[in-house]
C-alpha cells in the first residue's frame, strides 16, 4: 500500500494492460491520472476510479510537456509514471514487403513516444527528488519473431530504461520495465486463430496465457516503495514462455504432474 497519496499517471491507460494498471494503483492508493490517444476510453477509466483523465498523442514532445504541466497544476507533483501506449504491427510482412509508413509509426509511438514520456517526467522526479518509472516493453524484445517493428522497438524501450535508470538514480528516480508476454487483453480475445501456430498454451510453462491484471501486479510493485531497491531492472512476465520455448525442439515442456494414488 502506498504509504501517502501519490500521484500516478498511466499514459495508455484507457484500455487493456494501462487500464489494469490505473485500476490496481487506485486499489492500493494512487491518485490515477489517466492519459490516452483516446479521450472517450480515458475518460472513461477516470470516471470509473474518480480520478482524472487527459487526451495525449505521446508521440508529439509538446503534447508530453502540456500534460506534464496540467497534472502538476491540476493535481499534484507526479511520484509515478507508467509507459504502456503502443502501436501493434501485421506478423504477415517480410522486412523487404514492410510499408515503410507503418514502420515510422511503431518507431515514433513505442520508441521515441516512450522516450518523450520518460524525457519529461523523469526530469521532474528528479527536481522533487523522488519517483519511479515503469516502461511496458515486451517479451519480442528479448529475441526473434516476424514483429519487424514491434519487436526491435521494445528491445530498444528496454535499454532506454536502464540508460535512464543510471541517469537519474542519484536523484531519487527509479526508472524499471516489465516484458509482457501473450496477454489476453481484449484486442486478443478478438483476433480470429492463426496467429500463431498450435496451441498457444501448451507452449507456456504454466499453460496458460496472462491476464492483463497479473502485469499489472509486476507494474504496481515495480512503481512503489516495496521495491525500493530496484531499478534498471526488465521484468519477465510471460507465464514462462521464454523458458519453454528451447523445448519445443525436444516436444515441448511436460504436462503437469498427476497424483499418485
Not at 243 to 260: D, L, R, Y
Request: glycine share 12%; proline share 5%.
Amino acid at each position: 500500500m502506498v504509504t501517502e497519496s501519490k500521484v500516478g499517471v498511466v499514459i495508455g491507460g484507457g484500455n487493456g494492460i494501462g487500464a489494469a494498471c490505473c485500476r490496481l494503483m487506485a486499489q492500493q492508493g494512487w491518485r490515477v491520472v489517466v492519459v490516452d490517444l483516446n479521450k472517450e476510453s480515458a475518460e472513461e477509466v477516470a470516471k470509473e476510479l474518480g480520478g482524472s483523465s487527459y487526451p495525449l498523442d505521446i508521440s508529439d514532445l509538446a503534447s508530453v510537456e502540456l500534460i506534464s504541466d496540467l497534472v502538476e497544476k491540476d493535481v499534484g507533483p507526479v511520484s509515478g509514471l507508467v509507459v504502456a501506449a503502443a502501436a501493434f504491427q501485421d506478423t504477415k510482412f517480410a522486412p523487404d514487403e514492410f510499408p515503410m509508413d507503418m514502420w515510422r509509426r511503431i518507431v515514433t509511438v513505442n520508441l521515441e513516444g516512450a522516450f518523450n514520456a520518460n524525457r519529461v517526467f523523469a526530469a521532474r522526479m528528479a527536481r522533487l527528488g523522488r519517483g519511479s518509472i515503469v516502461n511496458v516493453a515486451s517479451i519480442a524484445g528479448h529475441g526473434s519473431s516476424p514483429q519487424h517493428a514491434y519487436g526491435p522497438t521494445k528491445a530498444a524501450v528496454i535499454n532506454m530504461t536502464q540508460n535512464f535508470a543510471a541517469q537519474y538514480g542519484k536523484s531519487g528516480v527509479r526508472v524499471n520495465s516489465v516484458s509482457p508476454g501473450a496477454v489476453l487483453v481484449a484486442r486478443v480475445k478478438a483476433r480470429p486463430p492463426g496467429r500463431y501456430a498450435g496451441d498457444i498454451d501448451s507452449q507456456m510453462a504454466l499453460g496458460r496465457r496472462i491476464e492483463p491484471e497479473e502485469i499489472a501486479n509486476g507494474v504496481e510493485f515495480l512503481l512503489s516503495d516495496r521495491a525500493s531497491a530496484i531499478t534498471g531492472t526488465d521484468l519477465l512476465i510471460d507465464a514462462g514462455w521464454a523458458v519453454a520455448n528451447p523445448w519445443s525442439i525436444f516436444g515441448g515442456v511436460p504436462g503437469p504432474v498427476t497424483q499418485q494414488q
